[in-house]
């Protein structure tokens, strides 16, 4: 596990280093073990390291001046003119009860928007359990190009129910102070879903699965695969296939909790079990440093993969937006919806002729014995 701090400033920075390159340890032991997985996982930590302190400024001014649609690329011979982007791209961010959505919102604003340490999620219940859908601009700007919805995390014994919630939200759209299942009976929620009205409804572009690792890492140990069934049966999920080829973002939090060791062998274990790479599209944050609070520039690593993980994300959603249904389609899709409600009118009337067939052939049969 992770050593405590202690000595004076040069210890601390020391320990904080260490904390911020915690796989460094692991190196040694791993030479001559080739391309395993445990050495990409450590090489992949390796180039977040280097991008952390050389390009998380550009990749920040990327994200603040990124407006709907900047990286949507011309495919099938349609152009940008004709897509139907919306003014803001909508990041959904999914996951178990207690995975850390709400923790990572908060890393959000400190590494993306320089917010420092100020808390910007407020749970409205004891347990600090979020009631309600929550947008928020972690750009802190009004030149915002996209937002990041906190959701309720979903319940083991309640899986079903949840997903089904998440249906509806990936269907239907969602919007600020929209209550969630299972918070409906609590006054905050009921405040809060009269307000929700005014707001904007948002067609989501992309999820971000988030997921404990440390919980994952000791039901791997004990045997109880509740956890990791529930986080595949959400991963997996057909609604958050935003198209044929995208899937959500994976990202790992609570890591720090475990040994350099555990924290590599329990990635490459989650990863194997949900069927994705152990590298790509797949984030390892800590949302507290050795200090106990939340992590800042003094973790270029962690800073960058949460910045670039929001910035796949965009990329994502960009790849989702749909062609503009134009004035000229319409006599086509009225024709459609014509065809198709004659060939049902059609079927009806065999059925019925079918089943009159049948009953006048009984009635002859009967007649004649």
């Not at 280093?17 to 992949?44: D, I, N, P, T």
């Not at 992309?206 to 994952?216: F, P």
Request: aromatic share 8%.
């Amino acid at each position: 596990m992770r050593s405590s701090v202690n000595g004076g400033d040069d210890a601390a920075d020391g320990s904080a280093a260490s904390a911020s390159y915690w796989w460094r340890s692991l190196e040694e032991a791993m030479k001559g073990q080739g391309a395993s997985a445990q050495v990409r996982v450590v090489r992949e930590m390796e180039r977040l390291a280097a991008a952390g302190n050389d390009s998380l400024d550009d990749l920040r001014h990327k994200l603040l001046t990124y407006k709907a649609g900047d990286l949507w690329f011309p495919t099938g011979g349609i152009t940008k003119q004709e897509m139907d982007i919306p003014p803001v791209i909508t990041i959904l961010l999914l996951g178990l009860a207690a995975a850390g959505k709400s923790s990572l919102v908060d890393l959000m604003y400190s590494v993306i928007g320089r917010a420092g340490f100020v808390p910007f999620t407020s749970p409205a219940e004891k347990d600090g359990r979020t009631l309600c859908l929550e947008e928020h601009n972690v750009l802190r700007s009004m030149r915002n190009g996209f937002c990041v919805f906190d959701s309720r995390g979903l319940d083991y014994d309640r899986m079903p129910d949840g997903l089904e919630e998440v249906a509806g939200w990936m269907e239907n759209g969602i919007r600020h102070r929209q209550p969630c299942r299972g918070a409906e009976d609590s006054p905050a929620a009921a405040a809060a879903s009269s307000a929700a009205k005014r707001f904007t409804w948002r067609r989501v572009n992309c999820t971000i699965v988030v997921a404990d690792l440390y919980d994952l890492h000791q039901s791997l140990l004990s045997g109880n695969s509740a956890p990791l069934e529930a986080t595949g049966a959400l991963f997996h999920y057909h609604p958050l296939k935003i198209n044929s080829s995208e899937g959500p973002i994976l990202v790992l939090t609570h890591g720090d909790k475990l040994s350099p060791e555990e924290r590599v062998e329990a990635r490459v274990k989650v990863c194997g079990y949900l069927g994705v790479s152990e590298t790509s599209g797949v984030y390892d944050t800590s949302c507290l440093n050795e200090y106990g609070a939340a992590v800042d520039e003094m973790d270029p690593t962690t800073s960058y993969a949460v910045a670039e993980a929001v910035f796949r994300a965009l990329v994502v959603g960009d790849r989702s937006h749909r062609p503009k249904t134009r004035i000229k389609d319409w006599p086509w899709l009225a024709l459609c919806w014509l065809m198709s409600a004659m060939a049902a009118f059609f079927a009806f009337l065999s059925s019925c002729c079918s089943q009159l067939g049948k009953v006048n052939r009984d009635y002859k049969y009967g007649k004649q014995s």
